[in-house]
Nanobody, 124 residues
Framework: QVMLVESGGGLVQAGGSLRLSCAAS????????MGWFRQAPGKEREFVAG????????YYADSVKGRFTISRDNAKSTVYLQMNSLKPEDTAVYYC?????????????????WGQGTQVTVSS
C-alpha cells in the first residue's frame, strides 16, 4: 500500500478556486491509478475525479465536469485537484485514493489506499 496525505483545503467564497494536493509515499506512485472522492455531511462518499497511471486519461463526475481538473506529477508522487467556480454544494471532506496497477474506477471499493481527507468549505 501507499500512504497518502492531502492538503490545500480551506474556506472559500462561492465562485472561488482551490487546489488540493495529495502526496504519496514510496517509489511506486506511477503504478497507481488515482482518484478524488468527497463526502458531504449526512451523505455517502462520492467519486469526483480519476486519473490513469500516466495521466493520459481523466474522468469526472458530471457535477464537477468543466470546473475541476485532476492532474498528476509522477516525479513528485503527487496528484492534484484544481477546483474552480466553486459552489456551496462542493462543501465536503475531500479524499484522495490509490488503486494499484489498475484502471481508474468510480467505485470507492476498488481503491487500496486512502488519505485522511481535507475539508473544503464554500460559503455563499
Amino acid at each position: 500500500q501507499v500512504m497518502l496525505v492531502e492538503s490545500g483545503g480551506g474556506l472559500v467564497q462561492a465562485g472561488g478556486s482551490l487546489r488540493l494536493s495529495c502526496a504519496a509515499s514510496g517509489r511506486t506512485f506511477s503504478t497507481y491509478a488515482m482518484g478524488w472522492f468527497r463526502q458531504a455531511p449526512g451523505k455517502e462518499r462520492e467519486f469526483v475525479a480519476g486519473i490513469s497511471l500516466s495521466g493520459g486519461s481523466t474522468y469526472y463526475a458530471d457535477s464537477v465536469k468543466g470546473r475541476f481538473t485532476i492532474s498528476r506529477d509522477n516525479a513528485k508522487s503527487t496528484v492534484y485537484l484544481q477546483m474552480n467556480s466553486l459552489k456551496p454544494e462542493d462543501t465536503a471532506v475531500y479524499y484522495c485514493a490509490a488503486r494499484r496497477g489498475g484502471y481508474t474506477s468510480r467505485t470507492e471499493g476498488a481503491y487500496d489506499s486512502w488519505g485522511q481527507g481535507t475539508q473544503v468549505t464554500v460559503s455563499s
